[in-house]
């Protein structure tokens, strides 16, 4: 069973960039894709940005989609979201999600396995 710790959320201005990392503690023992989800109060949990586990494919919401960009090193258990050009709607909890998988080139959106604790991003206006 893996734990997932978001870190790098933190209180910026409409227009900053803000990278997100997400931490897989100790070795993994299956193949993982990885994704991250937001969720404002009040509103439902957003899918936002998926990778694959080889890293050669990737999946962005439309509302991120040119602006956000997910990476991993599965050397490190890390999956990055380095996020540009925020919006006060991009405003929310973020959850790093990791999923089980038996194709390395799956991207799956929803029916993760694995959740953090969410980190806070908050983009004022």
């Known amino acids: 069973q893996v734990q997932l710790v978001e870190s790098g959320g933190g209180l910026v201005q409409a227009g900053d960039s803000l990278r997100l990392s997400c931490a897989a503690s100790?070795?993994?023992?299956?193949?993982?894709?990885m994704g991250w989800f937001r969720q404002a109060p009040g509103k439902e949990r957003e899918f936002v940005a998926a990778i694959s586990w080889s890293g050669g494919r990737t999946y962005y919401a439309d509302s991120v989609k040119g602006r956000f960009t997910i990476s991993r090193d599965n050397a490190k258990n890390t999956v990055y979201l380095q996020m540009a050009s925020l919006k006060p709607e991009d405003t929310g909890a973020y959850y790093c999600?990791?999923?089980?998988?038996?194709?390395?080139?799956?991207?799956?959106?929803?029916?993760?396995?694995?959740w953090g604790q969410g980190t806070q991003v908050t983009v004022s206006s």
């Open positions: 999600a990791a999923k089980i998988i038996y194709d390395s080139d799956y991207v799956p959106s929803s029916g993760y396995n694995y």
């Open positions: 100790g070795r993994t023992f299956s193949w993982y894709a």
